[in-house]
């Protein structure tokens, strides 16, 4: 082989980083590119709060901007941050969390990198629902796990059961289970009592639970249930992005078992050293902002009703329930059976963006779509006048 094919070859992607895109960076690239082109676009397409960050997170910010150096904090967070997660727990679930079993992270994708590398081996099966966030069986793969899909139906209400996974665990045992309420993209959520069952469920088969809760506090119909109300074994993941209107400020945290703690430390320390001081400092500002966080989750629930009502009047009507979170996952399946061609068409003739269930869902995400309503109610009642000019 000549220097230069040398050369090639050792630049190529190991195995570990040849990841699957997100299908929506697609839809997000057109829908620019239309706008470029001075055309009217409505996003619908990325989960993200269309409001900004509440006035009194940004002013402590640069407050703090302002007074003095902005350096590294301990790996597991700022002591006054951590203590206050453990207050929002006491708070809001009546569960008492020890400050030293919560870390600060770089949003939930940090938490997510941090759990599994503490939690499993690599060729350790770990168990997800589909439909479910993408980013999952990514960084689970890229991390040398093997992902196992537990296909999802209306019958449990898209969430998955004890009877589901003692019958996945019998066909070949698992290691791990992730779970999400409120979900992504469904925005489905388990009752409180579902949840207590399934925590109970994977300890009796010794499975390890993963409780991703990063869209707690936007629910609808019922109450937000953490899985530490049900056991102290479990790790819980959550962030500061969609409830605190927070994305760009890349923070989050976790609470682990005891036993996990110094291994999350150690890992954090050597990953990411720790999480932005800055964003730290304004997270602690969030929990002082619940007025206006609730005004902005006020807009979602009217957005919520606007979607609920359009939808089906413009021929989307097999819709997912919608208990909280930010999405309506619609049914496509009577319109086609390829939802990207779908997406594309969609934003070329309507100019209404959003994402194909292909990114969520590898058994039925060909006949689906989900509509994020983050954004504002105007723009909510313009996509749904366009959608029944479009499909009528």
């Given at each position: 082989?000549?220097?230069?094919?040398?050369?090639r070859?050792?630049?190529?992607?190991?195995?570990?980083?040849?990841?699957?895109?997100?299908?929506?960076?697609?839809?997000?690239?057109?829908?620019?590119?239309?706008?470029?082109?001075g055309?009217s676009?409505?996003?619908?397409?990325?989960?993200?709060?269309?409001?900004?960050?509440?006035?009194?997170?940004?002013?402590?910010?640069?407050?703090?901007?302002?007074?003095?150096?902005?350096?590294?904090?301990?790996?597991?967070?700022?002591?006054?941050?951590?203590?206050?997660?453990?207050?929002?727990?006491?708070?809001?679930?009546?569960?008492?969390?020890?400050?030293?079993?919560?870390?600060?992270?770089?949003?939930?994708?940090?938490?997510?990198?941090?759990?599994?590398?503490?939690?499993?081996?690599?060729?350790?099966?770990?168990?997800?629902?589909?439909?479910?966030?993408?980013?999952?069986?990514?960084?689970?793969?890229?991390?040398?796990?093997?992902v196992?899909?537990?296909?999802?139906?209306?019958?449990?209400?898209?969430?998955?059961?004890?009877?589901?996974?003692?019958?996945?665990?019998?066909?070949?045992?698992?290691?791990?289970?992730?779970?999400?309420?409120?979900?992504?993209?469904?925005?489905?959520?388990?009752?409180?009592?579902?949840l207590?069952a399934?925590?109970a469920?994977?300890?009796?088969?010794?499975?390890?639970?993963?409780s991703?809760?990063?869209?707690?506090?936007?629910?609808?119909?019922?109450?937000?249930?953490?899985?530490?109300?049900?056991?102290?074994?479990?790790?819980?993941?959550?962030?500061?992005?969609?409830?605190?209107?927070?994305?760009?400020?890349?923070?989050?945290?976790m609470?682990?078992?005891?036993?996990?703690?110094?291994?999350?430390?150690?890992?954090?320390?050597?990953?990411?050293?720790?999480?932005?001081?800055?964003?730290?400092?304004?997270?602690?500002?969030?929990?002082e902002?619940?007025?206006?966080?609730?005004?902005?989750?006020?807009?979602?629930?009217?957005?919520r009703?606007?979607?609920?009502?359009?939808?089906?009047?413009a021929?989307?009507?097999?819709?997912?329930?919608?208990?909280?979170?930010?999405?309506?996952?619609?049914?496509?399946?009577?319109?086609?059976?390829?939802?990207?061609?779908?997406?594309?068409?969609?934003?070329?003739?309507?100019?209404?963006?959003?994402?194909?269930?292909?990114?969520?869902?590898?058994?039925?995400?060909?006949?689906?779509?989900?509509?994020?309503?983050?954004?504002?109610?105007?723009?909510?009642?313009?996509?749904?006048?366009?959608?029944?000019?479009?499909?009528?």
């Open positions: 082989m000549s220097r230069e094919g040398i050369a070859s050792l630049l190529t992607p190991a195995r570990r980083g040849s990841v699957a895109p997100f299908l929506v960076m697609d839809v997000m690239t057109a829908a620019a590119r239309a706008e470029a082109e055309r676009i409505i996003h619908m397409e990325v989960g993200e709060p269309g409001a900004a960050t509440p006035a009194t997170i940004r002013e402590a910010a640069a407050r703090a901007l302002m007074d003095g150096q902005i350096g590294y904090t301990l790996a597991l967070g700022m002591p006054e941050l951590r203590r206050r997660i453990a207050r929002y727990y006491a708070d809001i679930h009546g569960v008492a969390v020890p400050i030293e079993r919560i870390a600060v992270t770089m949003g939930s994708s940090s938490a997510f990198i941090l759990s599994f590398l503490a939690l499993f081996e690599a060729g350790d099966r770990v168990a997800i629902a589909s439909p479910g966030y993408p980013a999952y069986k990514n960084i689970l793969e890229a991390l040398g796990c093997e196992v899909f537990i296909e999802t139906t209306a019958a449990t209400r898209y969430a998955i059961t004890p009877a589901m996974l003692a019958a996945e665990h019998a066909k070949k045992p698992l290691n791990g289970l992730l779970v999400a309420s409120p979900a992504n993209p469904t925005g489905t959520m388990m009752t409180p009592d579902a207590k399934l925590v469920a994977a300890r009796d088969l010794g499975i390890r639970f993963i991703d809760e990063i869209y707690h506090g936007l629910s609808y119909d019922m109450p937000c249930a953490t899985a530490l109300e049900s056991a102290d074994d479990v790790v819980v993941i959550n962030s500061f992005s969609k409830y605190y209107c927070m994305t760009g400020w890349r923070i989050g945290w609470v682990v078992p005891e036993s996990l703690v110094r291994a999350v430390e150690c890992l954090a320390q050597n990953l990411f050293i720790s999480a932005p001081k800055l964003s730290q400092i304004a997270a602690l500002a969030a929990f902002a619940t007025d206006a966080l609730e005004a902005i989750k006020a807009g979602y629930a009217a957005n009703a606007v979607l609920l009502d359009g939808l089906p009047k021929g989307l009507d097999r819709l997912l329930p919608v208990d909280g979170a930010f999405y309506v996952y619609a049914d496509i399946g009577h319109l086609t059976n390829d939802s990207m061609d779908f997406a594309r068409r969609m934003l070329a003739e309507a100019g209404v963006a959003a994402t194909p269930g292909l990114d969520f869902d590898p058994f039925g995400g060909q006949h689906a779509i989900r509509f994020s309503f983050a954004g504002s109610t105007s723009d909510m009642e313009e996509a749904m006048r366009r959608l029944a000019g479009w499909l009528k």
